[in-house]
């Protein structure tokens, strides 16, 4: 029987599961009773399985230990909306809503640990399957994950992570090898002065001036210090003056986010940023303070895994499924995984035949649910691929 018929005799059993989380989602570091029940899941597959005091459970399903292991990561948080998809499954839980798609990894993920409990795996390694908490808030859920001694005593010797794509059918798969998705560091930049009336700026210190040339002056850090050939992103998105037209306020906030492609780049950026925003500041007489809250490092995919991944799908699937993916500025923390584990994070697609879906992290997102068995299939597939 071919993995498609198995997963065919199991869509009942893996719909349920689906229906399950859909309708129980949890917020970030709050997934106790998504946790609970995917403990309950792989305990009944008679797997080994290990829970971490901040929700994340990991199972491990034993392989032939001459093979390379692989581990598989999917998250178990939700987001803070109110679902609006009108489904006889939608969320029972008010102004809580799986609206990433992560119901439909940890159904993916399930699935997928339901058929190989049941299959002879003398000829894969070991796999490693992390359900983890908080993708969605920082610090994110990656870190414990890493940290934790449990991991690190079955440390897999590739890690994976699928995610929802709207942008692609049901049916169609996206990778790209190499810088894939960027870091993001939260930049919070406040300019202090003695603060005054709008008409005598001479006597004081313009703070709304000196944040406009702050962010003005920044935006040479994209176009000349980082080096041409590095993706990097620099945006403010809020200016917190909470002033009135004739009056200089005495701070001012600016708050950013920065997204970069490499790493060492991150840091060098990061610093020049602050002695830039300083620099313009001190040099028009304000101060300066900030705050750098660091998000998710940048996700590199392993060419050669890339490429192995790749070969195998199109095997399975006709080739015309099966994308490359251009660079993408958001982020995930996968990263902190990619950063030390050789790594592949994928696309799936969940739009409908004609292409249509709402967007992650809308009211309305709702992937379909074919897509689940072409996510089983891939990572079916890339496994035994990459412990042939
Ligand atoms: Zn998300
Ligand atoms: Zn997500």
Redesign the pocket.
């Known amino acids: 029987m071919n993995i498609e018929q198995t997963i065919e005799e199991h869509i009942n059993q893996i719909r349920e599961y689906y229906h399950h989380l859909h309708a129980n989602p949890e917020i970030s570091f709050q997934e106790q009773k998504t946790a609970a029940y995917i403990y309950t899941q792989l305990s009944a597959m008679g797997m080994e399985v290990h829970q971490l005091p901040q929700n994340a459970i990991i199972g491990v399903l034993p392989g032939n230990s001459h093979k390379k292991s692989v581990g598989l990561r999917a998250e178990l948080d939700a ?1 803070p909306i109110t679902e609006a998809t009108g489904m006889p499954f939608a969320s029972k839980n008010a102004g809580v809503m799986h609206a ?1 798609g ?1 119901d439909l990894h940890m159904t993916i993920a399930l699935g997928l640990a339901l058929i190989l409990s049941k299959k002879d795996r003398s000829q894969i390694g070991d796999i490693v399957f992390v359900f983890q908490h908080a ?2 808030k920082i610090p994110g859920g990656a870190g414990d994950v890493l940290k934790s001694s449990f991991f690190q005593s079955h440390k897999p010797n590739v890690m994976l992570a699928l995610h929802s794509f709207p942008d692609l059918k049901a049916g169609e798969i996206g990778l790209r090898g190499g810088s894939y998705m960027a870091s993001g560091d939260e930049i919070d930049i406040i300019i202090n002065g003695p603060g005054g009336h709008a008409a005598l700026p001479h006597k004081t210190i313009d703070t709304v001036l000196v944040a406009s040339h702050v962010i003005v002056g920044l935006q040479q850090i994209c176009s000349r210090f980082i080096p041409t050939h590095i993706p990097a992103v620099l945006t403010f998105g809020n200016i917190e003056a909470n002033s009135v037209m004739n009056i200089i306020p005495k701070r001012v906030k600016i708050e950013g986010t920065f997204r970069i492609m490499n790493e060492e780049w991150r840091s060098k950026s990061l610093q020049q940023i602050k002695k830039l925003a300083k620099g313009i500041a001190e040099s028009a007489g304000a101060q300066c303070t900030g705050e750098i809250r660091n998000g998710y490092p940048s996700i590199f995919n392993n060419p050669e895994i890339t490429r192995q991944a790749t070969d195998a799908l199109k095997e399975i699937f006709a080739a015309k499924h099966i994308h490359e993916l251009p660079l993408r500025m958001t982020t995930d923390d996968f990263g902190y995984y990619a950063q030390t584990i050789p790594s592949l994070y994928f696309r799936l697609g969940v739009a409908k035949t004609n292409g249509e879906c709402a967007g ?2 809308t009211p309305e997102f709702m992937p379909e649910f074919s897509a689940v068995s072409t996510g089983i299939q891939s990572l079916y597939t890339i496994i035994n691929k990459l412990t042939e």
């Open positions: 987001l990433c992560h993708e969605e992650l992290h």
